[in-house]
Structures are given as C-alpha cells and as structure tokens.
C-alpha cells in the first residue's frame, strides 16, 4: 500500500512539475512578443467580458422600456453589467485563456468553440435573463406595468420577452463571433510564442 501511495505521489509531482514548466515555457515565449499581443493573450478574457456587459446594458434598456420602468437607472445598468462582465470574464479566463497559457488547450477549432460558447451562453443570452428579475423588480416596486397573476406568471413574460430575444439575436451574435475571434487570436499568439526560439536561459 505504501509503494502504491508513494509510486501515485511521485506521479503526480511529475505531472504537476511538467505543468508548471509547460507554463514557464509558454510564460516566457509570450514575453517576447510584441506588447499588443502579450496584452490580447493576458486580458482577451476581460474583452470578452466588456462585450457581455454592453449586451447587459442593451437588454436591460429593452425591458426598462416594455415595462415602462424610469425609475433606479443606475440600480439596475450596475448590476446588468457588472455581473455579466464578472461571469464570462471568468467562463472564458477558466474556459480559453488558461487552458491556452498552461498547454492544456491546442487545438485551433477547441478554442473558437469555447470561446464561442462562452460569448453566446454567458455573454448574450444569460444578460437577457438576468434583465427579467431585475426589471421585474422594479416594475413591481413602482407600479410601472401590471404584472400577472400567481397562475400566469411563466405565460406573461414569455409573451414580454420574446420580442426583446428577437431584438437581442444581433447583439447575441455579434458577441458569439467577438469571442470566438478573441480566442482565435489568442490561439494565433500562442502558436507565435512557441515558434519563437527560447532565450535567456
């Protein structure tokens, strides 16, 4: 049992040791490039983040105005960006950007479809959602529109938001091809790096 214990420990601190020189290695090449594209690499995540919390911001709008809601602008815009800002940096830093940085990301269509996926779910379509609590709130707090009854609430903002999901479609793609292109790019930085001759050792 001690030889098995012993024989797995020694395992993982080789795996984890060649993680670590996998980072350093990729760490140091990036280094080496040009200053805009050791900034896409480091902080293409915050980018895509910046698109999510625009799409906030535009949904939020949409349903300030169908619920006819003038009240607490800043209230509801801090949230509706701040917090789709917060969850696709995140997404696509733990989804794209470390995977690429620690050598556990290499292939080129992996990444687009990631940061994709990121960009749609995370980025667009989830500030949509978050938009319906937020102003539902406050629309219930000002008394801006009628809202439903217990037994129609699923069928009332169905009906409200799906003109405003027509409207976001744009915004939602727009956001899904930026991120895919952001990790496009970032792919393209690291496959720059790693041809690079190694120096300073």
Sequence with gaps: MGVWQSGLKMEH??????????????????????????????????????????????????????LNVTHARIASALPMAVLPFLSTHITYQNAVSLPLSSGNLSCELCTLLRGG?????IGGIYPVILAIPINGALAARYNSAPLPQRGNIWTYWITVSQPIFKKMVFPIMLQTVFAAYVGSRQYGVLIKALELPETGI
């Design 13 to 66: 601190n080789q795996d984890t040791e060649r993680r670590l020189s996998i980072n350093e290695i990729i760490a140091r090449r990036v280094k080496q490039l040009p200053q805009g594209d050791q900034n896409l690499f480091m902080t293409g995540s915050a980018y895509v983040g910046l698109n999510a919390a625009f799409c906030g911001l535009i949904a939020n709008s949409f349903f300030r105005r169908v």
């Design 117 to 121: 996926l990121t960009g749609m779910i």
